[in-house]
Every structure is written in structure tokens, then in C-alpha cells.
């Protein structure tokens, strides 16, 4: 996954326009086989794929900006995700992308559950209503919603350590200069 992590920009956004372009054109083909021409259905493909490309491609280049780098982004989400921070970090950098991950995660543990929640109840009518195959996003959507709830305390518990490690770091080291 470091690879996928520390790609540079201009190789990263192709790969997001194909991955999801790619899963938007399966998902229809699967879901809906004749309802689109193959032409319109391609369109689509194109305009949702860049679209989305677009969006995770500007998400991921301000969270490596706000880190320092992809490399640091990296190194920070490793040590949010075990709840350790190594010696000699930049504190004011890693103190911004906890704060941020500790919004997200604070939002994702009432977020997560409605969604995936909603999701399931929307995949499983589209199943008893629609097709067999909508079958498959009830098991989908219930994986994620285990993994939400499973995950999602413990990586804020993680993230808290970090802030407190940092707090202390901080508070002993006096206030740290952006010039140096």
C-alpha cells in the first residue's frame, strides 16, 4: 500500500480515473445490462470517472500538502493508525493531520453506521424488488458497516494518544518555529 500512498500526483489521478471509471462501467453492467446503449454508457463512464478522479485527486494533494509530503502523509498515517510517534517529527505538521483525522473520526462514529445503514436497507430492497445480484451490496455494505464500527473507535483511541504524545512533545520542547 506504500506504494499506493507515496505515488506521485500526475501517476496517481490516472489511476483513480480508471479505477473508478472502470467500477462505475462494471457495477452498471452487472446492475442494469440493457437499460443504456454501450456509447452513452461509456460517456458516463468517462464524465463519472474524471469527476471522481478530480475530487480524490484534490482530497489527496491537500492532505500531502498539509503533511508535508506524500512520504510524511505516509509516516503520519502509519503512526495514527499504531498510536505511536517517532522521534524527531515535525509536531506542528503532525498536530494538524491528527486534528483533522480525529474530525473525521469523531464524525464517522455516528457517519459511518447511518450510511452503511442506509445503504443496506437500499440494497436490500433493490434485492427483493429488482434483482438477486443487489445480494451482493447487502454483503457489501454490511462488511463496511462491521468494519466502521469495529475500526473506527479504535483508530480514534490511536489518534488521541498521538495528540497527547505531541501535547507533551510540545509543552517540553517549548513552541515550535515554522523558519526552522
Not at 475530487?55 to 509530503?69: K, M, P, Q, S
Amino acid at each position: 500500500m506504500r506504494w499506493f500512498r507515496t505515488t506521485p500526483m500526475w501517476a496517481l489521478v490516472p489511476i483513480l480515473f480508471v479505477v473508478a471509471g472502470g467500477a462505475w462501467l462494471l457495477i452498471g453492467l452487472v446492475t442494469m445490462p440493457r437499460d443504456q446503449p454501450i456509447a452513452i454508457r461509456l460517456i458516463g463512464t468517462v464524465w463519472y470517472g474524471g469527476v471522481m478522479a478530480a475530487v480524490f485527486g484534490v482530497w489527496i494533494a491537500r492532505a500531502r500538502r498539509r503533511a508535508g509530503g506524500a512520504a510524511e502523509l505516509h509516516t503520519v498515517q502509519q503512526g495514527l493508525r499504531r498510536g505511536e510517534v517517532p522521534e524527531g517529527v515535525d509536531v506542528s505538521a503532525w498536530s494538524a493531520t491528527a486534528d483533522v483525522q480525529r474530525r473525521q473520526l469523531r464524525r464517522n462514529l455516528w457517519l459511518g453506521p447511518l450510511v452503511f445503514g442506509l445503504m443496506i436497507v437500499l440494497a436490500l430492497w433493490l434485492a427483493l424488488s429488482q434483482s438477486p445480484v443487489w445480494w451482493f451490496g447487502v454483503v457489501f455494505f454490511v462488511g463496511f458497516l462491521t468494519w466502521s464500527v469495529v475500526s473506527t473507535p479504535r483508530l480514534l483511541r490511536n489518534t488521541e494518544r498521538v495528540r497527547e504524545e505531541l501535547r507533551r512533545r510540545t509543552g517540553a520542547e517549548g513552541p515550535i518555529r515554522s523558519d526552522t
